[in-house]
């Protein structure tokens, strides 16, 4: 079946980096976008962006340009998230999804568990 | 961006009760309408895509409608493990952005 494995837990100083990756495997990982969402403690979903696993290919919110990149691995089937100048309202869960279409329409069908990222000094 | 709002931000109500949930979107967003379920501890599952299309394995009693600006989800026939919190999402232009969410309690 479809899985998407995250990695695990982070503790981060601010200013540091933080690299989750989110491991597919059931299907042809270059067929399908690859989402990231994070929610931070009792918050809201908030989309950051998004990968083609075929072309490499990115788009970002605006308010990560500059701090986020999104990369994969097409050998081992595998995206990156990589956000940097962590401060503590980068604490989060941050997830990885798969996106699919269905005529038209695209949405998230498959989610990773979720890689909780924490921001302490 | 295009900013998605819904209401109620949280409602309680009974089992075997019909709940209407409404979003609202900036501008136009056609039909491409998303609504997802999320559990606590866990990550939000799609229940209705492109407005009214039900995701493989999701009950019945779930249904989506609208167009444009406006849209609802309806769960009809409450059961004790819709207990959540209800996302929409705008798939229409990036960035795909969120509602901020209704927490449905069962009393």
């Known amino acids: 079946q479809v899985q998407l494995v995250q990695s695990g837990a982070e503790v981060k100083k601010p200013g540091a980096s933080v690299k989750v990756s989110c491991e597919t495997s059931?299907?042809?990982?270059?067929?399908?976008?690859i989402n990231w969402v994070r929610q931070a403690p009792g918050q809201g979903l908030e989309w950051m962006g998004w990968i083609n696993p075929r072309n490499g290919k990115t788009g970002y919110l605006q308010k990560f340009q500059g701090r986020v990149t999104m990369t994969r691995n097409t050998s081992v089937n595998t995206a990156y998230m990589e956000l940097s100048s962590l401060t503590s309202e980068d604490t989060a869960v941050y997830y990885c999804?798969?996106?699919?279409?269905?005529?038209?329409?695209?949405?998230?069908?498959?989610w990773g568990k979720g890689t909780t990222v924490i921001v302490s000094s | 961006d295009i900013q998605m709002t819904q209401s109620p931000s949280s409602l309680s109500v009974s089992v075997g009760d019909r709940v209407t949930i409404t979003c609202r979107a900036s501008q136009s967003i056609t039909d491409y309408l998303n609504w997802y379920q999320q559990k606590p501890g866990k990550a939000p599952q799609v229940l209705i895509y492109g407005t009214s299309g039900l995701q493989s394995g999701v009950p019945p009693r779930f249904s989506g409608s609208g167009s444009g600006t406006s849209f609802t989800l309806t769960i009809t026939s409450l059961q004790p493990e819709d207990s959540a919190v209800y996302y929409c999402?705008?798939?229409?232009?990036?960035?795909?952005?969120f509602g901020q969410g209704t927490k449905l309690e069962i009393k």
């Open positions: 999402q705008q798939s229409d232009t990036a960035p795909y952005t």
């Open positions: 999804a798969r996106v699919v279409p269905i005529d038209y329409y695209y949405f998230m069908d498959v």
């Open positions: 059931g299907y042809t990982f270059i067929t399908y976008d």
